[in-house]
């Protein structure tokens, strides 16, 4: 989350449309195009775009889409709250600390992965072997998001203390590059990224979220486009749905054209999408109650300041469907 604050520059300054179209799919008929405004979402590598695209889901699409691409959730949840965009995706804990930061954002559809997509990584040759090992040493983790998160949930069930370690605030790209030099000791990140050090760099899982974080993720959208784009928002968690509901039984199928897509490894790709198994979830009461631990918690950590009344940051007024 970290490491970045500029926003991204779109490649076409006229902010023409940038459709869904790939791999022969097809969007909606080019006079219904014409006549809708284009929805504005933002996307992190390997995410929504990409699924919607392999998936077919983006066929029939009665809208443009104008995509923005992000490295991680820092940087997009600040053009979202800037209303550069209508909604993007993100992990729960870094979209519930901007919330609570005054963002005037609502999180209206929620996917789970599973915990273990999270993880505390050490190179292969290091001499590390159990978490206590990292007693005074320095780790890396994104600031008020998911590796901050599991940091401190890690260490609180280890029984060590924060101040026991040197915790480094770096979003991806910048941890990476300290990770695989030396830089840094150990690093809290997510995946795809787990995957990509695990195949391509020799590291090591140290620790990963099981039991420790709900690896939940958000659809979420700006308060305008909550009011007047109703419509297109929930036919976006619609497409999703349908999307991860196809990736379920299709996860080397979408491996390979994510792989092709990112331009990431597909033998990285797919381990991470055999490792994460994401399905479309309901905001219900049972999500709800999960949410507002993990918020309780973000507090003890210091991911947030005051307490956060989880309902206040979610829409539930949207249809449910039918979780994949």
């Not at 053009?79 to 804990?93: E, I, K, P, R, W």
């Amino acid at each position: 989350m970290g490491g970045m604050n500029k926003l991204p520059t779109s490649p076409h300054p006229s902010r023409r449309s940038l459709l869904l179209a790939s791999g022969g799919l097809l969007a909606a008929p080019a006079l219904a195009r014409a006549a809708a405004p284009a929805l504005r979402v933002g996307n992190q590598k390997g995410g929504l775009r990409s699924l919607l695209e392999a998936s077919g889901a983006v066929k029939g699409l009665p809208y443009p889409i104008e995509w923005s691409e992000f490295p991680a959730a820092a940087p997009l949840l600040e053009a979202l709250s800037a209303d550069a965009l209508d909604v993007g995706t993100m992990g729960d804990l870094a979209f519930l600390t901007v919330f609570k930061a005054g963002a005037p954002l609502r999180a209206y559809a929620a996917t789970r992965a599973d915990p273990r997509s999270q993880a505390i990584l050490v190179r292969g040759d290091s001499p590390f072997r159990t978490l206590g090992d990292l007693r005074g040493k320095r780790v890396a983790g994104n600031r008020g998001g998911w590796g901050h998160f599991l940091i401190r949930a890690a260490l609180k069930r280890a029984g060590i203390e924060p101040s026991e370690i040197d915790l480094a605030y770096l979003g991806p790209a910048d941890a990476a590059l300290a990770f695989r030099s030396g830089a840094v000791d150990a690093w809290a990140i997510w995946e795809p990224y787990v995957s990509i050090e695990v195949t391509h760099f020799g590291a090591r899982v140290l620790e990963d979220g099981a039991g420790l974080t709900p690896t939940i993720s958000f659809l979420a959208a700006h308060q305008n486009a909550l009011r007047d784009r109703r419509a297109e928002l929930t036919d976006l968690m619609q497409r999703q749905r349908a999307g991860w509901a196809w990736a379920a039984d299709h996860l080397a199928d979408y491996a390979a054209t994510n792989a092709r897509l990112t331009r990431l490894p597909e033998a990285a790709v797919r381990r991470a999408f055999e490792v994460q198994r994401t399905r479309a979830i309901p905001l219900d009461a049972a999500v709800v109650a999960e949410l507002q631990e993990a918020a309780d918690r973000s507090l003890e950590f210091g991911l947030i300041r005051e307490r956060l009344d989880v309902t206040q940051a979610l829409d539930t007024s949207f249809p449910l469907g039918t979780a994949g």
